[in-house]
C-alpha cells in the first residue's frame, strides 16, 4: 500500500524567506507524485507533477520540486515567498495507471507573515 | 465553462437523514473519484470509477454509495447520515493514460450533520 509522509505540519515563515516542505512516500512501483495547495475555504489547485523525466520539475507561482528516487522524496521549495502563499500544502501519490485514487499526505499549514 | 462542478457547496442536515452530492465534469475524462477531507484537512480516496471498474477504499461504510448515470457525472449518496460524516467532500476526475493520472478537483462540497 502507498503512504506519503509530510514531515511539517506547521510551518511559519517570513515574507522573502526561502521554502522547503518534505514529503517521503512509500512505495515500490513506478509512481506519479503531486503537490496541491488549498487556499482557505478554497478547493484544491495542482501546484506541480512528477512522472518521468527531469527530476527537478517546475511549477506555478514560483514553485519547483525535486524528485530523489534514492530517498523516496519529493520536496517542495520556493526560493523567497510571499503573503498570499498562505494556504495548506498537500503532497500526494498515485501509481499512475487505472483508476488509482491518489494517496495523500497529511499537508503542511503554512503561514507567511507579512 | 467550469471543469469539475458539485453541487450543492453546503448542505446541512439531520442525523439519520439520507443525502445526495452531484458532481459533473466536462473534461471528457473517463474516471472519477471521490475523496473525504476531515476537521484535520486530511484527504482520503472513497471511491474511483470508470465505466470498466468501481474501486472502493475498504474502510468506507457502505452507507456511502456512488451513482453514475453517464461518464461525466458521478454522485454520492448517503443514506443514514451520522454525525462523524460531517466533513468536506471533493469530487474530482482523470483521463488516466500517457504515464500519468492527473486529477483535477471540484470546489467541494461541506456537508454538517446535526
Known amino acids: 500500500a502507498q503512504s506519503v509522509s509530510q514531515h511539517n505540519h506547521h510551518v511559519i515563515l517570513s515574507e522573502a524567506a526561502s521554502l522547503e516542505l518534505g514529503c517521503n512516500y512509500s512505495?515500490?512501483?513506478?509512481?506519479?507524485l503531486f503537490w496541491y495547495v488549498q487556499y482557505p475555504g478554497q478547493h484544491l489547485q495542482l501546484l506541480l507533477k512528477y512522472f518521468s523525466g527531469d527530476p527537478l520539475v517546475k511549477g506555478i507561482k514560483g514553485f519547483e520540486a525535486e524528485f530523489i528516487k534514492s530517498k523516496f522524496s519529493f520536496n517542495l521549495r520556493k526560493p523567497s515567498v510571499q503573503w498570499s502563499d498562505t494556504a495548506e500544502y498537500f503532497c500526494a501519490v498515485n501509481s499512475g495507471g487505472g483508476a488509482d485514487g491518489l494517496t495523500f499526505g497529511k499537508g503542511t499549514h503554512l503561514i507567511i507573515q507579512p | 465553462d467550469t471543469a469539475v462542478s458539485q453541487t450543492p457547496k453546503y448542505l446541512v442536515t439531520q442525523m439519520g437523514n439520507d443525502k445526495s452530492i452531484k458532481c459533473e465534469q466536462n473534461?471528457?475524462?473517463?474516471?472519477m473519484y471521490w475523496y473525504k477531507q476531515d476537521s484535520k484537512k486530511f484527504l482520503k480516496i472513497m471511491f474511483s470509477y470508470n465505466n470498466k471498474e468501481l474501486i472502493i477504499n475498504e474502510t468506507v461504510p457502505n452507507r456511502f454509495s456512488p451513482k453514475s448515470p453517464d461518464k461525466a457525472h458521478l454522485n454520492l449518496h448517503i443514506n443514514s447520515l451520522e454525525l462523524g460524516d460531517s466533513a468536506v467532500y471533493f469530487c474530482a476526475s482523470s483521463l488516466p493514460g500517457q504515464g500519468i493520472n492527473e486529477q483535477f478537483f471540484g470546489p467541494g462540497t461541506r456537508l454538517t450533520v446535526l
Open positions: 473534461l471528457g475524462h473517463d474516471t
Open positions: 512505495y515500490g512501483g513506478t509512481v506519479n
